[in-house]
């Protein structure tokens, strides 16, 4: 008996821990974004993560960036960049790990924040 209550304990504990799993990746397809202005530049930054491939278990991303340097208290031209990356899931720790440049982005869905390194994006659209 004792054995048949522990088996059922580890399927639930299994279960359980796929749920939250499968919560956390339907959290994350979305656009997110991040402001940031300092005395000498002022930096926009958004990132489009697409929806989960099963077969490559990745997620694809676009990164978009606006940059503008600040000079005598005045602002430049505006400069844009925009890259694609393809972000490996890690079931394991919960986060995306973008191979291209070594980042790893980790995922909060109660305050609706994804972390880049040190950079906290807000979600705006997407996603639960």
Known sequence: MKTKMLFLSLCLAALWSCKGSKDLQSFIPGTYIDYARGE??????????GEFNEIKDSYPIIRKTGFRRIGDGKPG???HA?????????GESGSIQVPKNSKIISFYPDSGV??????????????N
């Open 82 to 90: 925009a890259e694609k990356w393809l972000g490996i899931w890690d």
């Open 77 to 79: 031209r505006l400069e």
């Open 40 to 49: 000498y530049s002022e930096s926009s930054d958004t990132l489009i993560i």
């Open 114 to 127: 994804l972390l880049l390194g040190t950079r906290e994006y807000r979600k705006i659209a997407g996603g």
